[in-house]
């Protein structure tokens, strides 16, 4: 079956520091890759899409990588903010109903 | 902007009493979604409704039932609550081109 893993540990990143999220998934090659942010108590926000035959993406301090050899997805934040600390989620669709399939997401927490 | 309007933020039911959770867009959107989100997991597809006059299920739907009354309202029913089904649930809708979510703030469920 098809799942997408994400580092269940939270990510601690100094303030001013490029902050690095991984998205691996397993048995399929999905088209695309979207990334999303959820803060607490709230529903998760669009952030980027990344095609299969787009190697990286950017939007403003934010930048999306896809590697369909490794099967994995990078989501860096740039000179971060604790603005920036949030549950960060990446998804795909699925093949066999074209529903996105969701990763459990990481906690970024940035120190000031 | 009103986008997805989830109603009510906060609900506590006993076993085996029934609700109905209310879900409206705004943005013209055919699709629309209800997802849970348990601790650990990623969000999981309960039922989605392609269309006005369409719905389907999705990985998790035992227990519940949708309707979609048109094109901006979609609304999910629990006909009797069982604590397995304490969660948050989230409504969302997405554009025509189905490169993004847009998801309500969230239901938190308890059920004793």
């Known amino acids: 079956s098809q799942k997408i893993e994400q580092n269940s540990e939270a990510l601690n990143i100094q303030e001013g520091k490029t902050a690095t999220l991984t998205c691996n998934y397993t048995?399929?090659?999905?088209?695309?890759l979207q990334w999303y942010r959820q803060d607490p108590g709230r529903g998760p926000v669009f952030l980027l899409l990344?095609?299969?035959n787009e190697k990286e993406k950017r939007k403003e301090r934010l930048k999306v990588t896809f590697d369909t050899t490794l099967k994995q997805s990078l989501f860096h934040i740039t000179a971060s903010q604790p603005a920036d600390s949030a549950t960060y989620l990446c998804a795909h669709i699925s093949d066999s109903n074209y529903q996105l399939i969701w990763g459990a997401g990481t906690k970024l927490i940035i120190k000031p | 902007n009103a986008g997805v309007t989830q109603t009510p933020k906060f609900q506590v039911l006993k076993t085996g009493q029934s609700m109905t959770l209310q879900c409206a867009q705004d943005m013209n959107h055919n699709s629309m979604y209800w997802y849970r989100q348990d601790p650990g997991m990623g969000l999981r597809l309960i039922y989605y409704s392609a269309s006005e006059g369409t719905t389907d299920k999705g990985e998790v739907p035992n227990g519940y039932n949708v309707s979609r009354l048109n094109k901006r309202e979609f609304s999910l029913r629990l006909e009797s609550a069982a604590p397995s089904q304490t969660s948050v649930y989230f409504c969302?809708?997405?554009?025509?081109?189905?490169?993004?979510?847009?998801f309500g703030s969230g239901t938190q469920l308890s059920v004793l």
């Open positions: 048995n399929y090659s999905p088209a695309y």
């Open positions: 969302a809708s997405e554009n025509r081109g189905r490169e993004k979510l847009f």
């Open positions: 990344i095609r299969e």
